[in-house]
């Protein structure tokens, strides 16, 4: 069984930043790419960021030197550093294996004054 669980959305501000943290189980961790994926209100779920097994990123244009993502491969987590966020930024954020289909429940982003 696969378990994936994110953490760390919430409220904040434009221009503050927020960290999010993915545990995931029942899968060899290490040897996934990863990525992170954002929902909108009233759009389509849409990739955000991806990291390899061997720690190579890539990240969509909207979040680039802004966004970081990493991985602890010893604690099965994926991390978000979000940077700069501003009101477009707010959606439910999910974290996946690239090659996997499980998804967890997300955690909330909200950007606002």
């Known amino acids: 069984q696969v378990y994936i669980r994110e953490f760390g959305g919430g409220l904040v501000e434009p221009g503050g930043s927020l960290r999010l943290r993915c545990t995931v189980s029942?899968?060899?961790?290490?040897?996934?790419?990863m990525g992170w994926y954002r929902q909108a209100p009233g759009k389509q779920r849409e990739w955000v960021a991806g990291i390899t097994s061997s720690g190579r990123t890539n990240y969509t244009d909207s979040v680039k030197d802004r966004f970081t993502i990493s991985r602890n491969n010893a604690w099965n987590t994926l991390f978000l550093q979000m940077n700069g966020l501003s009101v477009e930024d707010t959606a439910v954020y999910y974290c996946k294996a690239a090659s996997k289909p499980f998804w967890g429940q997300g955690t909330t982003v909200t950007v606002s004054s």
């Open positions: 029942g899968i060899n961790f290490k040897i996934y790419e």
